[in-house]
Each structure stands twice: as structure tokens, then as C-alpha cells.
């Protein structure tokens, strides 16, 4: 129970921290006079790029979206334009999809990666493996194995019983 309690804190506390993770560490080392020197010293370039805004490309960051914040609109705006239906190239509805696949993937990896985590895994070491014959446990035989956590165990109880059962042999070991 203090394991899901933990984990369900730590999971809640890292949603609620997502939107500090997306403010960029350089962020407003850049004083304006500098991008209006650099907006000068553009003027007489003749280049397409320079109709785009940078400053509302590069405003939303998210997880989703590489260290400039502008993956989706600079590929479908700049890298790869494609005029599909007339519609304009940095039209919002065209970046659902990706969203909502990376999403789902996002989910599923916070799902596996919790799922392994609740169930403590992966577990490298158990005193099971100490136990004499234990590597012929996969090749030519089996082990069944009763740990000692529930308040009800009885070694001698649980001996006697396993003993009824006409084993190789019942082995105890120590944790």
C-alpha cells in the first residue's frame, strides 16, 4: 500500500510540475535589443523564412515538441509543405494526430514503466537462487516455492505438508 501511495504521489506531483518543465533554462537571457539588431540586420535579406514569427512558434513548449518548441509547425511549414485541400500550412488541425499518437505512446510506456515498478521489477537478486539444485529449475525439473511473509506460516506445518506429497526433497532457506 505505501508502495502505490508513493508511486501515485510521484506521478500526480509530476503532472502538476509538467508546465516548469517546459519553461526553457536560456529563456530571457536574450535582451529585445538584440532581436530588433537582428531583425535590422534582416531586412535586406530576401528570404521566405522571414515571414514566420518565431516568437509564437518558440512561446509553446511541451513535452511533444523538440528543444526549440517548434518541431510540428517547422516541419510542416518549412522542411516539408504539403497543400492539401487548400487548407494554410500551419493549420492547428493537422497537428492532432501526432499529438494524439504520442500521447497514447506516452501512456503506454508510463503504464509498462509503472506496472514493472508497482510489481518490483525487475528483481535481480531472491534467496530462492541460493537454494541447492536451483539451476536445474528450468532444464529438467521444477521448484515450487513457499516464502515465509504471511503471518500465518508454520514451517513445521508447511514441512509436514510438502513431505506428504512425496517430493525429491524440501529444502529451507534463509533469507
Given at each position: 500500500m505505501k508502495k502505490t501511495l508513493f508511486f501515485?504521489?510521484?506521478?500526480?506531483?509530476?503532472?502538476?510540475?509538467?508546465?516548469?518543465?517546459?519553461?526553457?533554462?536560456?529563456?530571457?537571457?536574450?535582451?529585445?535589443?538584440?532581436w530588433q539588431m537582428i531583425d535590422a540586420n534582416l531586412v535586406s535579406v530576401d528570404s521566405p523564412h522571414l515571414d514566420i514569427d518565431f516568437t509564437d512558434i518558440m512561446g509553446s513548449m511541451s513535452v511533444f515538441e523538440?528543444?526549440?518548441?517548434?518541431?510540428?509547425?517547422?516541419?510542416?511549414?518549412?522542411?516539408?509543405?504539403?497543400n492539401i485541400g487548400g487548407r494554410p500550412l500551419h493549420s492547428w488541425?493537422?497537428?492532432i494526430p501526432p499529438t494524439f499518437e504520442l500521447t497514447i505512446l506516452f501512456?503506454?510506456?508510463?503504464?509498462?514503466?509503472?506496472?514493472?515498478?508497482?510489481?518490483?521489477?525487475?528483481?535481480?537478486?531472491?534467496?530462492?537462487?541460493?537454494?541447492?539444485?536451483?539451476?536445474?529449475?528450468?532444464?529438467d525439473a521444477f521448484?515450487?516455492?513457499?516464502?515465509?511473509?504471511?503471518p500465518r506460516f508454520s514451517e513445521q506445518e508447511t514441512r509436514a505438508f510438502l513431505e506428504g506429497l512425496n517430493p525429491r526433497e524440501v529444502v529451507a532457506v534463509e533469507h
Open positions: 501515485s504521489t510521484l506521478l500526480l506531483s509530476s503532472l502538476i510540475a509538467a508546465p516548469a518543465w517546459s519553461h526553457h533554462a536560456a529563456e530571457g537571457i536574450v535582451s529585445d535589443e538584440i523538440d528543444d526549440d518548441g517548434d518541431l510540428y509547425l517547422m516541419t510542416s511549414v518549412i522542411a516539408y509543405p504539403l488541425v493537422s497537428f501512456a503506454a510506456f508510463t503504464a509498462g514503466i509503472t506496472m514493472m515498478a508497482l510489481n518490483g521489477l525487475p528483481q535481480p537478486y531472491h534467496p530462492i537462487f541460493n537454494a541447492p539444485r536451483f539451476s536445474h529449475a528450468s532444464q521448484f515450487l516455492a513457499i516464502e515465509a511473509s504471511d
